[in-house]
């Protein structure tokens, strides 16, 4: 979930003769093959439940392997993330997508828990470098495709494709693995089939960034000096929003399983998808609110929502619990949003790659810690006692940060 300021493409950037794809078609061919290897992410989302079953996985093994994720994708967002804006579009988006048919493959090959975590630290790694850089192509090419327009498209196709795509995966591998049969198989077979076309619609699409030698550096992070407690402030913001989200894609299909008693596999993707639809949604609909008004609505719903979902658990209320998540993910696409337009604003131009890239830092820590401390503390008490600890903490963090992000 990345969204990144980047350089405008230069006007001797390459226009590819060879390229079969326009820049309009191109522009929908990238978005494409964004939302397909964002899905491809949460795939195994609805299935942790079954490597439990059946292939002896603990609570803690589901939560290692997810942060074996985020591990990824904060190695690959400062390694590689920003490379594109010299090296090329297509030459980073290509190599990237087909590492994510190399996870797909490793899936297919075992359950083990040492391929599962080498197959996520790859997907991980892909997605660290898709996910800035199909961004800003996106921009780019509705740039190219309609000069007179405004970039308001493209921000939205490039934000209904990011969490719309987590928002598809979940449901999509549910659906195949209660119905079609093989469910630790089908899904990887599936998705693998739709990467390939992604990977040949990236090599079709037009470049839009004239390759240039220059020496090479990790990705930098800097922070505005004059507003460091509100750049603070935001990155906690986005800390606590990704926490929501990690919370559904790895933890909470296992309480809806288990102290729930709902086992379906397509009810355990459905609600992942729920919670990214509802963020996604959240998105759209306050894209003409101020930054103020975001961030304060996304604070209140995230806290809501928490609340919602921990009483829900505790309950044993599945309608509770569906409440609770669209509210929470409303929250954290609300609060995402805010923070990053937060941040955008405090930072001047000539740094403002290097604070968006600690921003981010902040937001995939999130995806990763706070869901590693709940899987350690479900084998310590009960579900409902962990994910109330859980809320806490992050309701926590967002009285904390409310009252500089809402400072006028």
Do not use: C
Request: no cysteine; net charge positive.
């Amino acid at each position: 979930m990345t969204i990144v300021e980047t350089r405008p493409a230069p006007a001797g950037a390459p226009t590819d003769r060879r390229r079969r794809f326009s820049h309009e078609q191109g522009f929908w061919a990238i978005a494409a093959a964004f939302a397909v290897s964002l899905a491809f992410t949460v795939v195994p989302t609805p299935l942790w439940a079954i490597y439990q079953r059946h292939d002896g996985y603990s609570t803690i093994a589901v939560t290692i392997a997810f942060a074996a994720y985020a591990f990824g994708v904060i190695v690959s967002l400062f390694l590689a993330g920003h490379v594109s804006d010299w090296l090329g579009r297509r030459r980073v988006l290509l190599p990237a997508v087909l590492l994510e048919v190399i996870a797909a493959a490793l899936f297919l090959t075992s359950t083990g828990f040492a391929v599962v975590i080498a197959a996520r630290v790859l997907s991980g790694l892909g997605i660290g470098m898709i996910t800035a850089t199909a961004t800003a192509h996106l921009s780019e090419l509705h740039a190219k495709a309609r000069p007179d327009a405004s970039r308001a498209r493209g921000d939205l196709v490039a934000t209904v494709a990011n969490l719309g795509g987590f928002a598809l995966g979940p449901v999509a591998s549910g659906l195949l693995a209660e119905y079609v049969g093989a469910p630790l198989r089908t899904p990887y077979l599936v998705f693998l089939g739709l990467l390939l076309l992604a990977a040949l619609a990236v090599a079709l699409a037009p470049e839009t960034v004239a390759v240039e030698s220059r020496r090479y550096r990790p990705q930098r992070v800097g922070v505005p000096a004059a507003a460091r407690p509100r750049y603070f402030a935001a990155a906690t913001g986005a800390f606590a929003a990704l926490s929501v989200l990690g919370l559904f894609t790895s933890l909470a299909p296992a309480f809806v399983a288990g102290t729930l008693h709902h086992p379906s596999r397509a009810l355990a993707g459905a609600v992942a998808s729920l919670v990214f639809a509802s963020g996604a949604a959240a998105q759209i609909l306050l894209r003409h609110r101020s930054i103020r008004g975001t961030l304060g609505t996304g604070l209140a719903l995230i806290v809501l929502g928490l609340a919602t979902v921990t009483a829900a658990v505790w309950a044993e209320s599945l309608p509770a619990f569906l409440t609770g998540g669209v509210l929470a993910g409303a929250g954290a696409g609300a609060l995402l949003k805010g923070a990053i337009s937060t941040v955008v604003g405090l930072a001047p131009p000539e740094i403002r790659g290097e604070s968006l890239a600690g921003l981010f830092l902040g937001g995939y820590l999130g995806l990763a810690v706070p869901v590693l401390g709940l899987g350690v503390l479900t084998q310590l008490v009960s579900a409902p006692v962990a994910l109330l600890g859980f809320a806490a903490a992050i309701t926590f963090l967002v009285a904390v940060v409310s009252r500089p992000l809402l400072r006028r």
